[in-house]
């Protein structure tokens, strides 16, 4: 999971080298904490939002396979 979301973020932002992924596992939940360059925030989050629910929508679907919920943060 913690790799897909760093290919898909790298992919996006002007500054790939300044981009942070932290994997927080608990019992049946995986927390995904993105941290991104400030000046790229807006190309990760999208207009309205698109561009991050598409990234959480995809890592949802990588989740099911393993059956646990995964929660994708943009810090």
């Known amino acids: ?8 973020a ?9 981009v942070v992924v932290n994997m927080i596992e608990k019992d049946r939940s995986i927390l995904i904490e993105l941290q ?3 000046e790229d ?5 999208g207009k309205q939002g ?3 629910k598409a990234i959480r929508a995809v890592v949802k679907v990588a989740a099911a396979r393993q059956k646990k919920k ?6």
């Open 1 to 8: 999971m913690k790799e897909l979301v760093e290919i898909l």
């Open 10 to 18: 790298r992919a996006l932002v002007d500054q790939p080298e300044k």
């Open 36 to 38: 991104v360059a400030r």
């Open 41 to 45: 925030m807006g190309k990760v989050i």
């Open 50 to 52: 698109r561009i991050a």
């Open 70 to 75: 995964v929660i994708v943060e943009i810090i």
